[in-house]
């Protein structure tokens, strides 16, 4: 075990990474982490900041000589990162399991040799595969046209009404390797967040049901307001997953579920996930506190939840016309507001999120979104 007092290492800087350096700070470690932006709202309140590319050697140095064990908030930090600090000091997740889930090529065929199903999808390499894609009809239209690495929220893909549309949309995303993805009817979407330790011992979250907007995480609804047999099956294909990975840490699997209530996997995050937000407010231990608890060899903490929540993102395009109206949502007693101190606001950029808990989620969404319209300055 890894005691408090010791330091921790985490390779990104995001709001995932300050919700970590949070919940390690409770537990009386210490955090260093590798983030190359000087602003990074992790770096803010860790004990140190290396502010340097993922793959300077000097910094993984460091982090391997100060570090008890490295972990990762960012799937697209190069999984060579993890190989090369795992000479220095114990790496988790390893590189291995977070490798297979940076590509969407490698991670659909990993979910499909689970057994697991997801959308139909071909693989577009090549210019040349484009009208193989179109002649074999694996993917009906309209579908997306994805990029296989470095996308994330809705980014790097592009929706593709038929095929003639295809070889545009395959230079346009500048001919790198991508997957063809059929269009879901979407039921719903659901995401299950796991921690698993060393030796294999699971323990799930409760299922979240989450609804996007333009391809970014809107809102998410704790538990689930779905059939138990379909969270029991969502919790079981998550725990497939992190067990065939090898997975130390916590990690999440998001579904799709369509419109025949068919469950397919739609992808993997190798670290927390922004549909767990809500345990930090509902659960008795976070997903954070419990992914320190994972890489540091800790015991699970209770993942009971004592709540029901509703999650609202708080995305820069709140921020477009001035400063959101807090006032409102500050006043309600039942609602949690957490923002990640990022300096400046985008469009599409995470900036905070809240939370209203409460007995039952029912009259929960209708309060949350009311509160929601209502910062809109
Ligand atoms: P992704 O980054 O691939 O998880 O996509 C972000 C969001 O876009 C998903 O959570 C869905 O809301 C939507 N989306 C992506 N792929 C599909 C699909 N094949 N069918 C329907 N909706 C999709």
């Not at 990474?17 to 982490?33: D, K, N």
């Not at 995303?173 to 294999?200: I, Q």
């Not at 799930?204 to 996007?212: L, Q, R, Y």
Request: negative net charge; contains cysteine.
């Amino acid at each position: 075990m890894i005691l408090p007092g010791a330091t921790l290492g985490m390779l990104g800087g995001g709001q995932l990474g300050r919700l970590f350096t949070r919940a390690a700070h409770e537990l009386g470690y210490r955090v260093l982490v590798l983030d190359p932006d000087p602003h990074s709202p992790a770096g803010r309140i860790a004990d140190g900041h290396l502010e340097a590319p993922y793959d300077d050697d000097a910094a993984l140095q460091e982090l391997g000589r100060q570090c008890a064990v490295v972990t990762t908030e960012f799937e697209n930090v190069p999984a060579a990162t993890l190989e090369r600090l795992a000479a220095w000091c114990l790496v988790r997740p390893h590189a291995a399991a977070v490798r297979t889930t940076q590509n969407r090529i490698r991670e659909k065929r990993f979910i499909r040799s689970l057994g697991l199903a997801t959308a139909p999808f071909a693989v577009i390499e090549l210019a040349a595969d484009l009208a193989a894609a179109a002649r074999a009809r694996a993917v009906r239209f309209p579908a997306l046209l994805k990029r296989a690495e470095l996308g994330y929220d809705g980014k790097g893909q592009l929706a593709v009404g038929t095929a003639d549309g295809l070889a545009a949309a395959f230079r346009e995303l500048g001919e790198v390797p991508c997957v063809l993805e059929e269009k879901v009817d979407l039921a719903c979407e659901l995401s299950v967040v796991v921690a698993r330790t060393a030796d294999g011992a699971m323990l799930p979250f409760p299922v979240t049901d989450n609804a996007h907007r333009g391809g970014i995480l809107h809102r998410s609804v704790a538990p689930a307001p779905v059939a138990p047999a379909l969270a029991e099956a969502a919790r079981q294909a998550a725990e497939r997953c992190a067990e065939a990975l090898d997975f130390v840490g916590v990690m999440a699997v998001e579904f799709f579920v369509d419109d025949a209530g068919r469950l397919l996997v739609n992808e993997i995050a190798p670290r927390t996930h922004n549909s767990g937000h809500w345990t930090l407010d509902a659960c008795v231990t976070s997903q954070f506190e419990q992914q320190v608890r994972m890489v540091c060899g800790l015991p699970f903490g209770s993942n009971a939840q004592h709540s029901a929540a509703v999650m609202i993102n708080l995305l820069g395009d709140l921020w477009q016309d001035g400063e959101p109206r807090w006032p409102d949502l500050l006043a309600d007693a039942d609602t949690k507001l957490h923002l990640y101190g990022k300096r400046t606001a985008r469009p599409g950029r995470k900036m905070g999120h809240f939370t209203c808990v409460g007995p039952e989620s029912g009259p929960l969404l209708a309060r949350a979104e009311a509160l929601f319209d209502r910062l809109r300055p």
